[in-house]
């Protein structure tokens, strides 16, 4: 019984290499469309990749509250009351440092509380300058996001009361200027202060615009110290000063003047312990804070994880799009070899009536053409795999999308051709198989 169809194998591959230029073209479809599905897979699981590393980057269960400011051209907040409505504009302290500690101490599921000031600026050494971002932060930032230093320590509990004037530096600020020399222990000229560097952080491939929005920008380039050195040296923005006082007098007298930004932090990110009380946590700490400013919305609450995994979603709505278009050209491939089959069966009418003669069988003319399709599809399937594979790299090559071949992925394609091969030459195979011997070998 092998034997017998072996040799129907054989005459299947012979048939083949005879018709080389028409068997190619008949496998065309199956190879643009294998390596269409590779590529979208591809590109697909890369997409989902860059998302868990997002995530992985701007820590799991967090809260991010940032203030909203006013417009420089002096119009009103998103929580101030409408005076157009008759209503008076009520007061608020802006976003401080006591909401931070407030909100840790009320909310025993909050695990770690980050507060944040930034503040363009620039930095000195060796007669070298540039401008960089200062950020006055806890060490609670750094474990919200891993961020562990590839140098030195991070600040110490002194450093973080007394605001003493101390610096852990983003890579590139150390390539910068201690390319040649151990950074640690040097002191870099930030503003008006000398800034003494007690570690250097470890470089992070920061380049999506979600995880450089949760961050604050690109963090290889920063320079971090304690916050209460920022409140203490640099600026307070919750003190009185001369200048704000200007300001209040220029706004009661109708004169022009841009908008002072009151919130005393620029940002704060909360971790909560379970992802289950994210929106929760979320609702109840916008309704403390509101009372806390009374009643004045001056402060925006979002959670990135929610965030990505919608763009997540949507991703593979996305992909799931590609992926159906791109299968369509496998199934108009199937399509192609059907007809080639029934073409070919046409033709060689002569050739099915002589195999009967001689001692075929319907199953022996049914496994015949039915292995021409399944080798053309099989042989399509493999250069469509290979072309798929270099496609992807081309794709992340040239268009800097990351892209992911999975095993699974060659799998499923090579397996939806090999039996698209056997479906769609079926037909043909069992037309071939029904035609009656005698009117072949008439057949002219």
């Known amino acids: ?71 420089e051209n ?18 608020s302290p802006g976003l401080r440092l006591e909401d931070a500690s407030q909100i840790r101490d009320v909310m025993p599921n909050i695990v770690r509380v980050s507060p944040h000031i930034f503040l363009n600026s620039y930095v000195i050494f060796n007669g070298k300058r540039t401008s960089a971002q200062l950020e006055g932060v806890t060490n609670d930032y750094f474990e919200l996001f891993d961020y562990l230093p590839s140098k030195g320590k991070l600040f110490s509990q002194f450093h973080l009361q007394n605001g003493s004037p101390v610096c852990v530096i983003g890579s590139d600020i150390a390539v910068q200027f201690f390319n040649k020399e151990n950074p640690l222990g040097q002191y870099l000229k930030c503003g008006n202060e000398w800034l003494l560097v007690v570690g250097v952080l470890e470089k992070r491939n920061v380049t999506t615009s979600s995880v450089g929005k949760v961050m604050g920008g690109n963090s290889n380039q920063k320079i971090y110290i304690p916050i209460q050195t920022m ?67 001056d402060f925006e609450i979002t959670v990135p994880e929610l965030l990505l995994k919608q763009q997540q979603r949507t991703k593979d709505i996305f992909n799931l799009v590609l992926g159906a278009i791109a299968s369509i050209s496998l199934i108009v491939g199937g399509i192609g070899i059907m007809n080639i089959m029934l073409a070919s069966v046409m033709e060689r009418i002569r050739e099915i009536g002589t195999r009967q003669a001689i001692g075929a069988t319907r199953k022996d003319i049914i496994v015949q053409f039915l292995a021409e399709s399944t080798l053309i599809s099989i ?34 394609s090579f397996g939806v051709s090999a039996g698209i091969g056997i479906i769609f030459g079926y037909m043909p195979a069992k037309k071939a198989a029904e035609r009656d011997p005698v009117e072949s070998l008439r057949y002219e």
């Not at 496998?27 to 643009?32: E, H, K, P, S, T």
């Not at 002096?74 to 007061?91: C, M, W």
């Not at 209040?248 to 971790?271: F, M, P, R, T």
């Open 1 to 71: 019984m092998f034997k017998r169809y072996w040799h129907d194998l054989v005459i299947a591959v012979e048939a083949i290499q005879a018709n080389q230029l028409k068997s190619f073209l008949t496998a065309l479809g199956i190879i643009f469309g294998v390596a269409a599905v590779i590529s979208m897979l591809a590109i697909g699981n890369g997409a989902k990749q860059e998302i868990l590393e997002q995530m992985k980057m701007i820590g799991v269960n967090n809260i991010v509250i940032t203030p909203i400011v006013e417009s």
């Open 74 to 91: 002096g119009s009103e907040s998103k929580g101030s009351l409408d005076e157009a409505n008759g209503n008076k504009k009520k007061f």
């Open 231 to 297: 409140l203490m040296r640099y600026q307070n923005r919750a003190l009185i000063t001369a200048s704000k006082l200007r300001g209040s007098e220029e706004e009661e007298e109708g004169q022009s003047s841009k908008a002072v930004n009151y919130n005393q932090l620029d940002k704060i990110i909360l971790q909560v312990d379970e992802t289950e009380t994210l929106t929760g946590s979320t609702g109840i700490i916008h309704r403390y804070l509101n009372r806390r400013h009374n009643g004045v919305d």
């Open 379 to 412: 042989v399509g399937g493999l250069i469509g795999v290979i072309l798929g594979s270099i496609l992807a790299h081309l794709i992340s090559r040239f268009a800097e999308i990351t892209t992911i071949i999975s095993f699974g992925s060659i799998v499923i």
